[in-house]
């Protein structure tokens, strides 16, 4: 986006002239002049001039928000990204945090004997996980760093820089408990010569909020748990001739409500919609314009922890598919929006055969006779 000046009309009102219609963000900023308090508030209006011949000028609210930012005062500047990004944003259970650290002597004298901290609080961190290396020393929710494990922390001349980089992974899943905060508060700090690490030597805090555990059970199946038929057909398929089978779908989600519920795969060649279609939620069906079987859901409500639904899917080998194993779920696509994160759920399940591997009862590799 192109810069734009700011032309100081009054106080701490500026006016933004010559804004396209097409650009969609205005980048600024701002120093503090001297640091009183850990943090300052700012709030933001975005007010449109009205001018009527021979009134004065007024102005139209049509925006406003609040922020918060954290003040840093320190010597050595510290900063920390996780996953590419400076910003809060939402995660995901079983989901890899990539963290990066970057320490920067912005000071005029030299630094001896820095020690570097990441600070992860959070009870949903896999610490087996952790790949760091740097060894840093691991204590409760901290990792730190000294000249022991980095002897450039020995010494750290003006202007010199550093960067660590590590890894940890969160927890594959969580059982609820509203007592927790299902997230992962980020920061660094650094201590120098054995002082303590105070407030202000502290880095950009970031707060990763962990999406709702939404997931996707599906089976494939010819008999049903009570040893009943579900299917009809040859077993296993024959060209030319048409297998019927069941699919068994049933999602679970915790932690918040979804927006925009989606299941949904593309049929493969060979196989089609057999209907049979139920749902506890929602609907499922067969759209002939994408040629996918889709369960729409929308909204899920947190009351709603567990759907569950079910259709049959015919399919008629040719006698190309002899002596072959027949792909008959390729990888369905399950997506949400999280309320809670305002962040985007999205994850496709592994593909399904005429094996029937969730099938007990069959016997065979389900190669196509």
Known sequence: TPARPLIQTEGGAWQISNLGKNENELKTGFKVKEKKQPSINLKVKFELPWAVPGQPTKYYLFYE??????????????????????????????????????????????????????????????????????????????????????????????????????????????????????????????????????????????????????????????????????????LPPKSGETTSLKVYWTISNNLHELDDLRISFKLPANIRWGGKNRSSVGEISYDSASNQIVWQIGRLPITVYKADGEFNLDLTPLASDRNTIMIILPGTNISALDNETGMPIDKTLPAKTSRLEDDKMVSGDGVVQ
């Open 65 to 234: 928000k609040d922020l918060n930012y954290e003040i840093i005062k320190s010597d050595l500047n510290t900063s920390v990204i996780i996953n590419g990004s400076p910003l809060d944003q939402g995660v995901n259970f079983g989901q890899t945090l990539n963290y990066f650290i970057n320490y920067a002597n912005k000071g005029e004298t030299l630094m001896k004997d820095v020690v570097i901290m990441a600070v992860l609080e959070s009870d949903f961190l896999d610490w087996s996980t952790l790949i760091d290396k740097n060894n840093g020393q691991v204590s409760g929710n901290t990792i730190s760093w000294s000249k022991q494990e980095i002897p450039g922390l020995t010494e750290i001349t003006s202007g010199a820089e550093g960067t660590i980089d590590f890894f940890v992974k969160l927890k594959t899943s969580a059982v609820v408990d509203s007592n927790k905060a299902y997230q992962v508060k980020s920061y660094v700090k650094y201590s120098v010569l054995g002082k303590s690490a105070t407030g202000e030597n502290q880095s950009n805090t970031i707060i990763n909020k962990i999406n709702s555990d939404l997931n996707l059970t599906e089976q494939l199946r010819y008999f049903s748990d009570d040893n009943l038929a579900v299917g009809s057909g040859p």
